[in-house]
């Protein structure tokens, strides 16, 4: 079958590589769509913290089944399906409370022991298979990943269905988390964005207002089209130097900041700013395997991720579509790979 392969630092590769075979608790899945996200964008560039090249694309995934292990009995042949890119020890603290995304044992895609999406066929265990309701396209469905991390960072508010919110940075992440809000009800959402595109996106999934942190005081304008005081939760999902004080400084006391982004290098964080609030700073890592079912939930019952999705492009486009994201060559949102 052919498969996208990360050869060396910005050069990807169509390796035609054996179907992989399904045991007898997996199931084989024909690869619909695929998509690319952030981490694959380390792996391309070579600087992806545990991946080491050459190394196999993607961990979103959906599509159809076509083979079943003999002890697979949840899932049938022709289900139509997504999968949570994660499998946890088992046994370690993390896993036995619910947290697999904490478990440092856990196997995920994109290393031998799994492979990657970027490819024809992908084989996942039966207990990481979720099915599609007949009506949900597989461009939504891809996109169960990319908003199970946005579930998790809404799960990590205190503030339940209420209160205002901050969102500093609408990339795929950021507008999802902003999709989950506005499902749940919360209307005082106010966006950043230094790209003009993504600010319209986050107007058009319902952000109150959305400004360029590069042209104004961000902070200052969102507490003025707020109360005045800040908001209840800011989550950052973008990564700039002073980002996390800009979060800090507009949210309002008691309040928190929950950091999604990956910021790989240390930057300054003007701790009065948290202590003298006694404002929270939370991170929100992937999702649980319950964020992850909620995710799903959501797509099945019809919440819209579709707009999201800017570009649809064969598996031999892989690396140019890499190379949109990393070089921000044009407007794009979620740039879905159909093999
Ligand atoms: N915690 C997790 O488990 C997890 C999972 C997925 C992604 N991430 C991280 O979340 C972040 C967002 O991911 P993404 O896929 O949406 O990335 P993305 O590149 O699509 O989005 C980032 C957005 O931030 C904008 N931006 C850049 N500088 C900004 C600034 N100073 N202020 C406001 N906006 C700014 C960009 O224009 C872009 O639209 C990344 O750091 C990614 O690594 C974390
Ligand atoms: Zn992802
Ligand atoms: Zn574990």
């Known amino acids: 079958m052919r498969t996208a392969v990360v050869t060396e630092p910005f050069k990807v590769e169509i390796e035609d590589r054996p179907v ?4 007898s608790h997996d199931v084989l899945i024909k690869v619909e769509r695929a998509g690319i996200c952030g981490s694959d964008l380390h792996l391309y560039k070579g600087t992806h913290a545990f991946r080491k090249l050459p190394c196999e694309l993607g961990h979103e995934v959906s599509g159809m089944v076509c083979e079943t292990g003999s002890n697979v009995a949840r899932v049938a042949i022709g289900d139509r399906v997504t999968v949570e890119p994660q499998v946890g020890c088992g ?15 856990k196997t995920v895609p994109g290393t031998p022991a799994w492979g990657g999406t970027f490819a024809e066929y992908f ?14 396209s597989y461009d939504s469905g891809v ?10 960072a809404m799960n990590k508010r205190a503030n339940g ?3 205002s919110m901050a969102i500093l940075g609408c990339g795929t992440i ?4 902003l999709a ?8 005082d959402i106010y966006c950043t964005d230094t790209a003009q595109f993504n600010r319209q996106m986050a107007i058009k999934l319902g952000a109150k207002a959305a400004f360029d942190p590069l042209s104004c005081d961000a902070a200052d304008m969102i507490k003025a089209a707020n109360s005045g005081h800040g908001v209840d939760t800011c989550v950052v999902t973008a990564s700039a130097r002073n980002i996390i004080d800009q979060a800090s400084s507009v949210t309002k006391k008691l ?34 395997t319950g964020a992850f079912a909620e995710a799903c939930e959501l797509i099945n019952g019809g919440l819209d991720v579709e707009s999201i999705v800017t570009h649809r492009i064969s598996l031999e486009e892989s690396g140019e579509g890499l190379e949109i994201l990393d070089k921000k060559k044009e407007d794009a949102g979620k740039i879905l790979i159909c093999p």
């Open 255 to 288: 309040g928190e900041v929950i950091l999604v982004s990956m910021i790989t290098e240390p930057i300054p964080v003007y701790t009065y700013g948290f202590v003298f609030n006694e404002r929270k700073l939370i991170g929100a890592m992937t999702y649980t």
């Open 91 to 105: 046994d370690c603290e993390y896993c036995e409370s619910g947290n697999v995304n904490l478990c440092v044992g």
């Open 20 to 23: 992989p075979k399904a045991g």
């Open 123 to 136: 084989r996942a265990p039966e207990q990481t298979i979720y099915k599609l309701a007949s009506d949900v």
């Open 161 to 163: 269905e209420s209160g």
């Open 143 to 152: 996109l169960a990943e990319p908003l199970a991390v946005a579930v998790q």
């Open 174 to 177: 950021g507008l999802l988390v």
């Open 180 to 187: 989950v809000a506005r499902h749940r009800g919360i209307e």
